[in-house]
């Protein structure tokens, strides 16, 4: 016999105490419990094995391996056994199935996290997760995120976060097939970098470079790496723009030599 109950805000159906134990049994064993009787809490943790198996069985399929989450389940039930307190007039098999899904949920919401999460947003993740469905269908569309953030009395940069962090919940290896063809992400991820042609370059030209004199790596500066015009450069630095395009072609020149490694170096005073 089977009742239907909502636990931890999770409607679970939990077996029924007169299939799982005779209660007045078990309240005998949680006094031998008290009494520091080791055997007795063994027993009640085998009389209610199944209903931790039972209740583990509703997590299975979220990618953890079912004799795993019994394990947890059991974990949780232990748990129960040891905090139980018969005299608040609960039954142990309410608590007990409470104390069980309140484990397995903890184990999917703190472990299961491929990367490190503030418990904030994954609170707030999961909330957001609970709510889509009903809101969604209540709107007729997908909702907006201040509309999430109005549903979830939460600002509109928290709903954010969450939706972010909730892509680090799971990781997929980059060695598994993700094509048709049979292409992992290994082998489509990578490209070639033209900047690693230009690493050594750079390298050997850093020397030379700061060899040059302040006013001279500035031009070199504007014209390179800012993309100005020698009309401009000659107006931002107070010299005529001949004398930019002259002190552009001798470094230049300087700097070619350097790379290639003939013994020329910087002449300060030309370039």
Do not use: C
């Not at 009787?37 to 391996?65: S, T, V």
């Not at 209540?138 to 909702?143: A, H, I, T, W, Y």
């Not at 230009?198 to 014209?223: C, G, H, K």
């Amino acid at each position: 016999m089977t009742t239907t109950r909502t636990l931890d805000d999770t409607t679970v159906t939990v077996i029924d105490d007169e299939a799982v134990a005779d209660e007045e049994q078990v309240l005998r064993w949680f006094g031998e419990v008290r009494d520091g009787d080791a055997q007795a809490r063994e027993r009640i943790a085998l009389r209610y094995q199944p209903l931790a198996a039972y209740l583990a069985k509703r997590f299975a399929g979220r990618g953890e391996i079912f004799e795993d989450l019994v394990q947890i389940a059991n974990v949780g039930l232990m748990n129960a056994i040891d905090r139980f307190d018969a005299e608040r007039g609960v039954r142990f098999s309410t608590y007990a199935a409470a104390t069980i899904v309140g484990e397995l949920k903890r184990h999917f919401r703190d472990r299961r996290w491929s990367m490190r999460v503030p418990r904030r947003l994954q609170d707030v993740a999961v909330r957001i997760t609970q709510t889509l469905p009903a809101l969604t269908q209540s709107l007729g569309r997908s909702p907006t995120v201040p509309e999430l953030a109005r549903a979830l009395d939460i600002s509109e940069e928290e709903v954010i976060e969450a939706m972010e962090a909730s892509y680090a919940y799971t990781a997929s290896s980059l060695d598994a097939p993700a094509r048709e063809d049979g292409a992992t992400p290994m082998q489509t991820l990578g490209a070639d970098d033209g900047r690693f042609e230009t690493l050594d370059m750079w390298v050997s030209l850093a020397p030379a470079i700061r060899s040059l004199s302040e006013r001279n790596r500035r031009i070199l500066y504007l014209r390179f790496f800012r993309g100005m015009k020698q009309t401009e450069i000659a107006a931002e630095v107070g010299i005529s723009q001949m004398q930019v395009s002259r002190v552009l072609s001798q470094t230049l020149e300087k700097l070619r030599a350097s790379v290639d490694g003939d013994g020329t170096g910087i002449d300060e005073g030309r370039a």
